[in-house]
């Protein structure tokens, strides 16, 4: 049986680092995960693409929000394709709905041929479509090579059964990727439950900052949810403990 593949998101290159070090086979860099994600500094892209020697994939996302984009936000998006074919990235991750929640697929077919030769990866607004199953048949045809989906759940281990049907659906089409709190906890139990090929997965834990002085009562998040002096990295123990488990599964 061919090893499972596991992919990491990675929320800074500390984390990527992180990710290599624990044995995953590929990265997914991306920055503010409070918002679900959105891309990276091209700074922080490149050297990336430098540290790594394992994929590297990034998310093109400009903003958060839903997933209906201005043309200058698809301009956005096109520049920061092409700075990754630019700088050696492997894949790009992306996604694009119409106001109706069905999959933009002329949008999709035009970012999936500009960003080849790299990879491309169709992100969880997947998840948001008003049609799963319609979604991915239309994916298959644009021409993208995964979709990573939580079973349009909040977390993968509660959108199991949608998840399954989906791997099904897709056969060797397209990879069904099954993403989102995906750790060492669950990555068991959603591997025999699916049967997908793929995971992104996340095993990150709370690292304190180097600041002897906290001004307390500010937030510059303007939430206290979001932590200003500690921050949330992958831990490399944590990706060996999933690469252990998935080595030793067979579906």
């Known amino acids: 049986m061919p090893e499972l593949k596991i992919e990491v998101c990675a929320n800074s290159l500390e984390s990527a680092v992180n990710a290599q070090k624990g044995g995953a086979h590929r990265v997914e860099l991306c920055a503010n995960l409070y918002e679900g994600g959105t891309t990276s500094s091209p700074g922080e892209i490149s050297l990336a693409r430098e ?22 936000e698809l301009e956005i998006i096109r520049r920061d394709i092409q ?16 106001a109706d929640g069905s999959i933009d697929t002329k949008l999709t077919a035009e970012f999936c041929q500009l960003a080849r030769p790299m990879s491309v990866t169709f992100h969880r607004a997947f998840d948001m479509s008003k049609n799963h199953e319609q979604a991915l048949e239309e994916l298959v045809k644009t021409g993208v090579d995964r979709v990573l989906s939580s ?22 089409r397209i990879v069904v990727m099954p993403g989102s709190g995906i750790n060492a906890n669950t990555i ?12 992104h997965v996340s095993e990150r ?9 906290k001004r307390q009562g500010i937030f510059m998040g303007g939430l206290p949810q979001i932590p200003e002096y500690e921050k949330r990295v992958i831990d490399a123990r944590g990706i060996e403990r999933i690469m252990r488990l998935a080595r030793k599964t067979i579906v």
């Open 51 to 72: 540290k790594l020697q394992i994929d590297l994939n990034v998310l093109i996302r400009p903003r958060g929000g839903d997933f209906l984009y201005s043309e200058d």
């Open 83 to 98: 700075y990754c074919k630019n700088v050696g990235v492997d894949g790009v991750v992306f996604g694009f709905l119409k």
């Open 151 to 172: 079973g349009a759940a909040n977390k993968a281990v509660e959108g199991m059964k949608l998840l399954h049907q989906l791997v099904g659906q897709a056969g060797n």
């Open 188 to 199: 068991l139990e959603i591997i025999h439950k699916t049967g997908a090929k793929e995971y």
């Open 205 to 213: 834990q709370l690292v304190s900052g180097k600041m002897t002085f």
